[in-house]
């Protein structure tokens, strides 16, 4: 059964520091999430990718971060300068035109130090 | 504003006894869809079911059950008969049904522990 991966499965990085996660959406899915999960908190909403554009956002998604599909099967969440309160699970997700399900790859655990 | 509330943090129950899990939603369109997630130990986030609102038909599927009411803006979930394997953290999350407001918003989860 296809799957949402995710790499790497664990982020170490500095404060201050760019990282980018990488997702790979499965195959025939068009629409793209990213969410967050604090430690022990619940899952947030960051960012929804349709057509090569954002269609919706949240406040936590703001002028550090950004979102790309550099090709037909990647997606990246970039956070151009990390804050120790980035450190959470990041999950991202897609979903298939006609059907209302996300499916969610396994995280990157994000640790900014 | 969407609003999802699972009052219960933490459920303990022996294995084989069954569980009810509590969602209860708010929001002001007439039409959304529910689902729950089921995270487990290891932290991936698993679907396990949708409900469109106007689709208030209960569903059973295996040990698993989903009881919805829209008149109580409830959306439970029962494991039947529970087993180590659904020790989990499950959340209930809520999504508007228009084109472009896609975002899940969840609930802070309730951990369950089966004890065997």
């Known amino acids: 059964e296809p799957e949402v991966t995710q790499t790497p499965s664990h982020q170490v990085t500095q404060m201050g520091q760019e990282v980018i996660l990488r997702c790979v959406p499965i195959?025939?899915?068009?629409?793209f999430y990213w969410y967050r999960q604090i430690l022990g908190q619940k899952v947030e909403f960051l960012v929804s990718f349709y057509n090569n554009e954002i269609s919706e956002k949240s406040e936590i998604f703001d002028d550090q971060f950004s979102v790309e599909r550099p090709d037909g099967s990647n997606f990246t969440l970039k956070i151009r300068s990390t804050k120790l309160e980035d450190s959470a699970m990041y999950f991202c997700a897609s979903r298939r035109t006609g059907y209302n399900e996300q499916f969610f790859g396994p995280g990157t655990r994000l640790t900014v130090l | 504003a969407q609003k999802v509330t699972q009052a219960q943090t933490e459920i303990s129950v022996v294995e084989k006894e069954d569980v009810t899990l509590d969602c209860v939603y708010e929001?002001?369109?007439?039409?959304?869809?529910l689902f729950w997630y089921k995270q487990p130990p290891s932290g991936e986030l698993v679907f396990l079911i949708r409900?469109?609102?106007?689709?208030?038909q209960n569903e059973i599927s295996g040990r698993y059950s989903w009881n919805f009411q829209k008149s109580t803006s409830s959306f439970n979930f029962t494991i039947t008969a529970s087993q180590v394997v659904d020790s989990a953290v499950y959340f209930c999350a809520l999504r508007k049904e228009t084109f472009g407001n896609e975002k899940l918003t969840f609930g802070t989860g309730t951990r369950l522990t089966i004890i065997p």
């Open positions: 929001t002001r369109d007439t039409t959304y869809y």
């Open positions: 195959s025939n899915h068009l629409y």
């Open positions: 409900r469109n609102s106007f689709d208030e």
